[in-house]
Nanobody, 114 residues
Framework: QVQLVESGGGLVQAGGSLRLSCTAS????????MGWYRQAPGKQRELVAA???????NYGDSVKGRFTISRDNAKNTVYLQMSSLKPEDTAVYYC????????WGQGTQVTVSS
């Protein structure tokens, strides 16, 4: 069994910053890719950022240059540093890790006020 625990969401003003964390625990073994998706009300879930086991990163177009993904393999943790936040970044953010299957976190709310 694998559990993902997210933290770091909250309310921030436009232009501010937040850092999300997601830690995996349980029967993990070797972790492949890790990443974040988000879903705003009435919209489809979209990729925010992903990072491979080798450290290669990929970002959604709307967050390029503002968000940075990183991982600490020793801690089984993936981070998402979000800067220059905009109201349109408001969403529930979900982390995932790729093991034999893809596992998801429970989601953390990020709200950016104008």
């Amino acid at each position: 069994q694998v559990q993902l625990v997210e933290s770091g969401g909250g309310l921030v003003q436009a232009g501010g910053s937040l850092r999300l964390s997601c830690t995996a625990s349980g029967r993990i073994g070797s972790i492949g890719a890790m990443g974040w998706y988000r879903q705003a009300p009435g919209k489809q879930r979209e990729l925010v950022a992903a990072i491979t086991s080798g450290g290669r990163t990929n970002y959604g177009d709307s967050v390029k240059g503002r968000f940075t993904i990183s991982r600490d393999n020793a801690k089984n943790t993936v981070y998402l540093q979000m800067s220059s936040l905009k109201p349109e970044d408001t969403a529930v953010y979900y982390c995932y890790v790729d093991l034999t299957y893809r596992y998801w976190g429970q989601g953390t709310q990020v709200t950016v006020s104008s």
